[in-house]
């Protein structure tokens, strides 16, 4: 959707104008971020756009999908949270695509993801195929799901939060 970006201003500024006052509007954007310059992020938070972000977690996982994309993806996070602090704890969620390329670096992506601040973090299974899901490779899925809950809980006991959706 950021390649057509202007056409998101032109959305926006029609609903605002057109809808009655007693009613509210909500925006949702789905973006690998890669594209989410200064300006569209001001416009996203002064809008208050429901933003998820498409990011696998650490470097090794997000390289399997996106070659060369973590250093901005990490950038764009610690951006975020310093200069929209509203926007990112209230419109910012991550979604992680877990594939059996991925699989083993789910629960370290989720510490990864709690050290940046991120407030919402969705995991997803991936849509195509993935013939490479193996009998054997569940006992690893159940594993990581594990220390993720465990992660989780221990995040909720610090903070009050749960940061984690699933699916």
Same mark, same amino acid.
Not at 90 to 104: D, E, F, I, R
Not at 117 to 140: F, K, M, T
């Given at each position: 959707p950021l390649l057509e970006f202007s056409l998101i201003r032109e959305a926006v500024a029609y609903a605002e104008k057109n809808r009655p006052e007693t009613k509210h509007i909500s925006y949702g954007l789905v973006t690998n971020g890669t594209l989410l310059s200064e300006d569209r992020t001001a416009f996203l938070a002064e809008h208050s756009v429901d933003t998820q972000l498409s990011f696998d977690g650490v470097g090794a996982s997000q390289?399997?999908?996106?070659?060369?994309? %973590? *250093? /901005?993806?990490?950038?764009?996070?610690?951006?975020?949270?310093?200069?929209?602090?509203?926007?990112? *704890? @209230?419109?910012?969620?991550?979604?992680?695509?877990?594939?059996? &390329?991925?699989?083993?670096?789910?629960?370290?992506? /989720?510490?990864? %993801?709690?050290? @940046?601040?991120?407030?919402?973090?969705?995991? *997803?299974?991936? /849509?195509?195929?993935?013939?490479?899901?193996? /009998?054997?490779?569940? *006992?690893?899925?159940?594993? &990581? %799901?594990?220390?993720?809950?465990e992660k989780t809980l221990a995040h909720f006991d610090r903070t009050g939060e749960i940061p984690f959706l699933l699916f």
């Open positions: 390289d399997l999908r996106g070659k060369g994309t %973590f *250093a /901005i993806l990490d950038g764009l996070l610690d951006s975020l949270r310093r200069e929209y602090p509203d926007f990112y *704890a @209230k419109n910012v969620k991550v979604s992680m695509t877990v594939t059996p &390329q991925t699989v083993s670096h789910m629960s370290d992506s /989720i510490d990864y %993801f709690l050290e @940046k601040g991120v407030p919402r973090i969705a995991i *997803a299974h991936s /849509i195509s195929d993935c013939s490479d899901w193996r /009998i054997d490779r569940l *006992a690893e899925l159940e594993e &990581q %799901f594990k220390l993720v809950c």
